[in-house]
Every structure is written in structure tokens, then in C-alpha cells.
Nanobody, 124 residues
Framework: QLRLVESGGGLVQPGGSLRLSCAPS????????IGWFRQAPGKEREGVSC????????YYADSVKGRFTVSRDNAKNTVYLQMNSLKPEDTAVYYC?????????????????WGQGTQVTVSS
């Protein structure tokens, strides 16, 4: 079964850091652009960051710019989201999604695969 698996979520204090990982099961990510999304309770899912497949272009939502860094290691077939200076408002379930082709950020319904999500809770 082709799917994505996120890991690395958890409970962290404000100001702390977490690194999320997104790895595929059954395929390789090299030709896929990756998007990171999050959904907080009672809110719509929102785009957080994207990384292209070909040249490593990146995008960040204003709310995370300067604090989050997306990267990919094609040799390890994994994409990462490094989250620093975390705030309580970053609390959400974080999802990664993959779309085949030379995208930076695709429309939500264009993504081919989604992960199951990993919980990030920022609280003292």
C-alpha cells in the first residue's frame, strides 16, 4: 500500500523545537513535491510549508517564516520539517502530502498521497 508516514511529533514547551519526518511506504519521493499542512481543533487545515521535487525551492506561510525549515534528503527518501521557537498556536496535527511533478505548492486536491498526521502540542 502506497502511503506517507509522519513521525516526530510530541509535547514541547514554548520556545522549544521539534523535527518532523515524512517518509513514504512503497515509493520514492525523488519526483514528488512535498507539502506540510496542519489542522488545529475547530480550524481548517492550513498549508505550512512546501518543497519542490527538482531544485529544492521552498515556501513558508507567514505564521512560520523564520522559525520552520523544510528540507529533503533524497538518499534517505525523507522530508523534514524543523520547527524552532514553537508557540502554543503551533499546536495542531501536522500532515505531509506528496504530489508528483515539478510543483512547489500544489492545490490541496492535487496531492496524490497524504500521511496520517502527527500531533504537535506546545504547552507549558
Amino acid at each position: 500500500q502506497l502511503r506517507l508516514v509522519e513521525s516526530g511529533g510530541g509535547l514541547v514547551q514554548p520556545g522549544g523545537s521539534l523535527r518532523l519526518s515524512c517518509a513514504p511506504s512503497g515509493f520514492t519521493l525523488v519526483d514528488y513535491a512535498i507539502g506540510w499542512f496542519r489542522q488545529a481543533p475547530g480550524k481548517e487545515r492550513e498549508g505550512v510549508s512546501c518543497i519542490s521535487s527538482s531544485d529544492g525551492r521552498t515556501y513558508y506561510a507567514d505564521s512560520v517564516k523564520g522559525r520552520f525549515t523544510v528540507s529533503r534528503d533524497n538518499a534517505k527518501n525523507t522530508v523534514y520539517l524543523q520547527m524552532n521557537s514553537l508557540k502554543p498556536e503551533d499546536t495542531a496535527v501536522y500532515y505531509c502530502a506528496a504530489v508528483w511533478g515539478d510543483y512547489l505548492c500544489a492545490k490541496r486536491d492535487q496531492y496524490d498521497y497524504w500521511g496520517q498526521g502527527t500531533q504537535v502540542t506546545v504547552s507549558s
